[in-house]
């Protein structure tokens, strides 16, 4: 295993990349990559008062998973990623189950990413595509 490849299963295994709301909410990330960023989230806990899944929590997942796959990246350049911009179009309710996440790049550079997201329903149903910048900046010193 390369030391790149340890630094990142060490980041992952130790919550660095999922933590904080991405816990709240149980996001389960099942692929990490510069190239694709996998995870899967509850609809249960994250509904709206109508019983449908809350629009922010696709953002959530959205953001959560362009915002690993961008760290990964930044990493190379002993950078961290910030996201900047994110929208989301909600094609239809998801009101069980689970919701399924995958984050392709669109671009990859030195000082900025973008993402494309698209959120499934367990049927293989879209439920929402998002897309997701992020700045890549230097990491703070400690």
């Known amino acids: 295993m390369?030391?790149?490849a340890r630094e990142l299963k060490e980041m992952l295994d130790s919550g660095t990349l999922t933590g904080?709301?991405?816990?709240?909410m149980g996001?389960?990330?099942?692929?990490?990559?510069?190239?694709?960023?996998?995870?899967?989230?509850?609809?249960?806990?994250?509904?709206q008062p109508f019983g449908l899944l809350h629009g922010g929590a696709s953002c959530v997942l959205a953001e959560s998973?362009?915002?690993?796959g961008s760290t990964i990246h930044a990493h190379r350049f002993g950078r961290i990623a910030v996201g900047i911009e994110i929208n989301a179009t909600h094609h239809r309710s998801a009101t069980e189950g689970h919701v399924?996440?995958?984050a392709t790049p669109v671009?990859?550079?030195?000082?900025?990413?973008?993402?494309?997201?698209?959120?499934?329903?367990?049927?293989?149903?879209?439920?929402?595509?998002?897309?997701?910048?992020?700045?890549?900046?230097?990491?703070?010193q400690n």
């Open 27 to 47: 996001i389960e990330v099942t692929e990490a990559s510069p190239e694709r960023v996998v995870g899967r989230m509850p609809v249960e806990g994250n509904r």
């Open 100 to 102: 399924t996440g995958v």
């Open 65 to 68: 998973l362009g915002s690993i």
């Open 107 to 140: 671009h990859l550079g030195r000082t900025l990413t973008t993402w494309d997201i698209t959120i499934t329903d367990d049927a293989g149903r879209k439920v929402c595509t998002s897309r997701l910048t992020c700045m890549l900046r230097e990491a703070p």
């Open 20 to 24: 904080g709301l991405g816990d709240t």
């Open 2 to 4: 390369s030391t790149q």
